[in-house]
């Protein structure tokens, strides 16, 4: 279904803020972009987007986004080379999970040419927003929400899809430490815990809040039926190494297909690092983490890229993990990163000039 080419309207803005961020200090997610698109979806259709300053949105306190929650999103990062050529990672992935999501909050899909035209639109508006300092990005919010009014708790007749985009650097600052959770749950057998929806984020804060006062910044999410498994690392998917195998779950339904995770496999793979896809148990990660085999764990997701895990808690003990020289994690992300920002060759295809 594509329909769009040239038929994006813009308006731009008549002030760029350009000039007032601080492009060598920024933070993750936190000054936004000249421009945002937007593209509504009401009478059975989606109708063609648009491009427009970014600005406050006006919705009816009815808007059935802020009863039953039904909004999902995607994050992306756009790159600057040395050449000035703008790139995105794997985008069209981002749009096929926009809409996996979309399906199972019953949200109308979207059309491949919305979101890409539109996207790249966007980008070639605001190119002058992807930072190029070594660390940061413009990181790209691509969400859609309910706007349709009505209390019946039912689908929405109305959506709203943006894109905005912030030029973003580092998502932690410092070590990141995590607590192995034993009470709550980010997911469940047959929930969302697969999609990128917003409710999915909303549970995950109170626990972490409980985590973050006993001095841990992130929560490990382990399976809702005995807090037996290691599932997701807050919002990212996790790898563990053990000896020199490199660990990460299997995708389930409780479980983000993390584009990030994906790519750390088929490189792992290439570079004839042992990596395993298969359930990984906490007992099996403190007993590795008690006879010395355990060697590194990181989170893997688009905003914080690679994450080196300092250390773990689980049942009031306190795990460090061992500080290496030479690491999967510091290997990997600038594999992933030198690729992502065209400094080396892309055997896999994944890069996509915007
Ligand atoms: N898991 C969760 C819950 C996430 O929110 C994210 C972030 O997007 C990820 C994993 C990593 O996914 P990706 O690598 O596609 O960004
Ligand atoms: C991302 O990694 O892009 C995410 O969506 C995580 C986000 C919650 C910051």
Known sequence: MSTLTNNIEIIKTEATKINDVDFDNLKFGDVFSDHMLECDYKDGKWHAPKIVPYQAITLDPSAKIFHYGQSVFEGMKAYKDTDGKAWLFRPLDNFKRLNISSKRLAIPELPEDYFMEGLKTLLDIDKDWIPTNQGSSLYIRPFIFAS????????ADAYKFIICTAPSGAYFSGEVRVLIEETYSRSANGGVGFAKAGGNYAGQFYPTQLAVEKGYQQVIWTDDNNHEYIEEAGAMNIFIRINDTLITGPTSDRIL???????IIELAKAENIPVEVRKISVKEVVEAAKNGTLK?????????????????????????????????????KKRITDIQTNKAEDPFGWRYEA
Do not use: N, Q
């Open 148 to 155: 349709g009014k009505g209390f019946h708790a039912s689908p």
């Open 257 to 263: 297909d993390g584009i990030t995770r994906k790519s």
């Open 296 to 332: 590194e764990m990181f989170g893997a997701g688009t905003a914080a890229v690679i994450s080196p895990i300092a250390g773990f808690g689980y049942k009031d003990a306190d795990y460090e993990l061992p500080k290496l020289d030479k690491t999967y994690a510091s290997y990997l």
